[in-house]
């Protein structure tokens, strides 16, 4: 057996009874803390998998997981269901294809447990809404960064006793991570909009579920401004894609980077004019009126004679003056159909105002294109092909004022590593968790060896005090010889030794051994006369 077991054993046997089982509690409390430490931090990072579950599709999705092999945990709520991270696409697979969870945004397979025999008008309504709720909150949970959502549909009702039908209306609570809430929100709006029949976008809110509100009827983000950002936003990505296709094959697409800035004008326009055609005319009705007018007047004096004053006599008058007059007249109106044109026009496009586009290509590139020896007017040369390639790519216009700005540079090769990165921090980030986990039990395990086994170690290695007692013999055979010095406290050597700072095995080393001058002092205290007779027999024979 080793020389240094059969001390371990030794000193293990000269603890006695009591202490070796104080160190054997001690050995067994460190293998549990660090078990515990292990089991604890090295538990892996969940995910939320559903929320807002029954318990009997608690129940259910815990053995499908179980049989497939998946870890899972239940929220301490006992209504939401965790996987490990990176396995949430795979479980929520293997759930849809066994029809899990079946009472969590149930769609349109609640007519699947409906039955036809003493069902309602009424229950078929709400039957329908809550499968299109349903149905909807499935297709908003598809957006990418959003975790869960619930929505609540008002549908419009026409009641006898109202003038008015009901506009229907609905509300929408997401929850998510990473996201742009408010373009989230305003797609989320529009598309729920289109899926409920005569809903409009302005009826629908839409809410986190911290309760920020993010959409609403009156949000200012629902007006032309965003209408004209949206459209800008779509013509610069449509240019820039023109000039990528026209570069790409001629430069390669990671030797030019292209932006463009676009200013649109959205304002709705309303035009109406009536034009008249004067060479084209067509003979509506004619009107033609005649008349003849014939008059005849004339006067007779009667004589003032005796005769007229006889009875039964008849004075015939005589002279007088007479007159004749006739008129004619003719009116014809003719009323004609004049050829005019209405024209009315409404707007509701765009129109660019101005466009400013900024490219830069890789020299490198050009000059590798070039081939050896390229001189800076060959290049320029290159660069002015590639202004009139994307001058015609962007549609540029000089009377519309458009700008644009080509430069030859070197480009930096971890340019696009560091877009290319996004996949490394999206894996960090989803592993941190586990990270500092790890960390945490590596601390501990230090933590507990450096605590709790080194001094283990080192009273297991220390000679107890409770040991035998040394015999005379023993301490004087353990003495230096008489003709070396002594090394008593107040000697050269102590000075020495003082004067430089022991160091840690010395120290362990003078525990386990000790020095001369604590031997010669224990010779004195067993015996004092014979230590006497031996310190004068050494200086007798130094002498």
Known sequence: MPEQLQTVLANLRAFGPQKLMALGAVGLLVMAVIGVAAVYLNKPAYETLYVGLDRSDVNQIGVVLGESGIDFDVGSEGSSVLVPAGRTAQARMLLAEKGLPTSSNAGYELFDQVGSLGLTSFMQQVTRVRALEGEIARSIQSINGIKSARVHIVMS?????????????ASVVIRGTGMDA?????????????????????????????????????????????????????????????????????????????????????????????????????????????????AKQSSASEPATVEQALPEEDVTAEGGTSSSEQRERREE??????????????????????????????????????????????????????????????????????????????FIEEADAVEAGGGALDFVSRHVGTMINAGAFVLVAFLVVWFGLRPLVST???????????????????????????????????????????????????????????????????????????????AHQAA
């Not at 009702?157 to 209306?169: G, H």
């Not at 032309?224 to 001629?250: F, K, M, W």
């Not at 050829?339 to 105002?353: E, F, H, P, Q």
């Open 157 to 169: 009702e026409r009641a006898n006793f109202r003038r008015e039908a009901q506009e229907p209306s």
């Open 182 to 294: 408010n373009r989230s929100a305003l797609a989320i709006r529009h598309m729920v909009a289109a899926a409920v029949p005569g809903l409009n976008a302005e009826k629908v809110t839409v809410m986190d579920s911290t309760g920020v509100l993010l959409a609403a009827g009156d949000d200012p983000s629902n007006n032309s401004a965003n209408r004209a950002i949206g459209v800008e936003r779509t013509v610069e990505s449509q240019i820039e894609d023109s000039i990528h296709r026209a570069l790409a094959p001629y430069l390669g697409a990671d030797n030019f980077r292209a932006s463009v800035r676009a200013t649109v004008n959205t304002d709705q326009r309303q035009t109406e004019e009536t034009i008249f055609d004067p060479e084209s005319r067509v003979e509506r009705s004619v009107q033609v009126v005649r008349s003849n007018d014939l």
């Open 333 to 410: 109106t003719t009323n004609y159909e004049l050829n005019t044109k209405r024209i009315a026009t409404v707007s509701n496009g765009y129109a660019i105002s101005r466009l400013s586009v900024a490219v830069v290509v890789n020299e490198a590139r050009i000059k590798a294109i070039l081939g050896e020896g390229a001189t800076p007017e060959q290049v320029e040369a290159r660069v002015e092909e590639i202004r009139t390639l994307v001058t015609s790519a962007a549609g540029l216009e000089e009377a519309r004022g458009d700008a644009m700005s080509i430069s030859a540079v070197e």
């Open 460 to 538: 297991l290695g220390a000679k107890p005090e409770s040991a035998a007692k040394p015999s005379f013999d023993e301490v004087q055979r353990s003495l230096p010889n008489p003709g070396e010095a002594p090394q008593l406290p107040g000697g050269q050597d102590a000075q020495a030794a003082s004067a430089n700072q022991p160091s840690t095995l010395d120290e362990l080393r003078r525990k386990i051994r000790p020095a001369p001058q604590d031997r010669l002092v224990r010779m004195i205290d067993l015996n004092e006369e014979r230590t006497a007779q031996i310190l004068r027999k050494w």
